[in-house]
């Protein structure tokens, strides 16, 4: 995750923090939104990250590991 998308997320969860109690349910349900759309940002960025570059993806290298010990040890 970048930096920038934490202090986003973290932010947003600050603000919700300081809300959550209150009656302002209008409020509450605008910040909720703000962060559903932030996590699906974050998820589409991760997404497409790992697209383009699969061998980052976790597991990846546990996977590599796995195939080349398959094949020293035909």
């Known amino acids: 995750m970048l930096p920038e998308d934490m202090k986003s997320l973290s932010d947003n969860i600050e603000d919700l923090k300081k809300i959550k109690d209150g009656t302002d349910t209008e409020a509450i349900k605008k ?44």
């Open 31 to 74: 910040k909720l939104e703000e962060m559903n759309q932030l996590a699906q940002t974050i998820g589409a960025k991760m997404y497409s990250q790992q697209q383009a570059n699969p061998s980052s993806a976790p597991g990846a290298t546990a996977a590599k590991r796995v195939l080349v010990f398959r094949a020293r040890n035909k």
